[in-house]
């Protein structure tokens, strides 16, 4: 999925998980969880430079996106799409999914749950989208 569909979906996302997580909480409080919300559910993604970095051993995707970081967030999809594999994407997510929550449940159980919520929320997206668009790329072959 795009960035702004993540951002989105993340920032509508967060506000019951953080109600269903914490319950009712002061404004001061809830604000900073939100933006940390949304930040777990659309940074996934930086993992895609990583990914492109240890496959092709140069920082080319990376230099791209610090030089006009507009185009890789409206592009981020395509600009990524034919150089990285779904199931090395899911893979990456998945391994994030499991040390970014682990690690935060050291320090507070309420965040951790907070943070799996949002990075499992992001890769359910992503197999959404990519299931239908294999399902659209069949019916276009089969007209």
Known sequence: MEFYEHFTIS?????????????????????????????????IDLDH???????????KELKLALKNPKTVLKNNNQALDNLIPNWSRYVSHFIILAIIPAFLSAFNQDLSLLAFSMLGLHILCDIYRNSRNLIEKRYRVQS
Request: zero cysteines; glycine letters at 6%.
């Open 11 to 43: 920032a509508i996302a967060a506000i019951p998980a953080i109600y269903l997580i914490y319950g009712f909480i002061s404004p001061v409080f809830f604000v900073p969880l939100w933006i940390a919300a949304i930040g777990f559910g659309t940074l």
């Open 49 to 59: 430079f990583v990914i492109a970095f240890i496959r092709d051993k140069n920082f």
